[in-house]
């Protein structure tokens, strides 16, 4: 079968109004829903922060993700959708800030807790080497 060729100006014509087509509905159409995916994942994240070390080990961090959740639901309540988007994408991030920041602190005190642990196995071994060298000598 013999295709049919397109013109050149029909053919960049409909290019460009599929181009025009893709813009409008990427460009238009996300700002003009609402962001409840990004909000529900702050809400989510924020949740699971809020029930882990950090509360204890990043409560300045933890907070700033609440508030910025909470902006962000009054935000999408309120159809300021690029705001309530942009809040929740913080909220989000302070959480993970929250959470990393917990992990360390909970690593570093593992790491001082090993330290201890490690230094009382050296004194024993040490105290158990002298011990040793103190009964080799006697029997000698």
Same mark, same amino acid.
């Given at each position: 079968?013999?295709? %049919? @060729?397109?013109?050149? &100006?029909? #053919?960049?014509?409909?290019?460009?109004?599929?181009?025009? &087509?893709?813009?409008?509905?990427? #460009?238009?159409?996300?700002?003009?829903?609402?962001? $409840?995916?990004?909000?529900?994942?702050?809400?989510?994240?924020? /949740? +699971?922060?809020?029930?882990?070390?950090?509360?204890?080990?990043?409560?300045?961090?933890?907070?700033?993700?609440?508030? %910025?959740? =909470?902006?962000? @639901? *009054?935000?999408? =309540?309120?159809?300021?959708?690029? +705001?309530? *988007?942009?809040?929740?994408?913080?909220?989000?991030? =302070?959480? +993970?800030?929250?959470? $990393? @920041?917990?992990?360390? &602190?909970?690593? /570093?005190?593992?790491?001082?807790?090993?330290? @201890?642990?490690?230094?009382?196995? *050296?004194?024993?071994?040490?105290?158990?080497?002298?011990?040793?060298? =103190?009964?080799?000598? +006697?029997?000698?």
């Amino acid at each position: 079968m013999p295709r %049919k @060729k397109i013109p050149l &100006v029909q #053919g960049f014509s409909m290019s460009l109004v599929c181009g025009l &087509v893709g813009l409008a509905s990427f #460009g238009g159409c996300s700002a003009a829903q609402p962001p $409840t995916a990004v909000v529900s994942q702050a809400e989510l994240a924020v /949740r +699971e922060v809020g029930q882990s070390q950090a509360a204890q080990h990043a409560p300045r961090e933890l907070s700033n993700a609440r508030q %910025k959740y =909470d902006q962000a @639901k *009054r935000a999408l =309540d309120a159809e300021r959708y690029t +705001e309530a *988007r942009r809040l929740a994408e913080q909220a989000l991030v =302070d959480a +993970e800030l929250a959470e $990393t @920041k917990a992990e360390a &602190v909970s690593a /570093r005190q593992a790491a001082q807790e090993l330290q @201890k642990a490690l230094e009382a196995l *050296r004194t024993e071994a040490g105290r158990m080497s002298r011990n040793l060298l =103190d009964t080799t000598e +006697e029997r000698v």
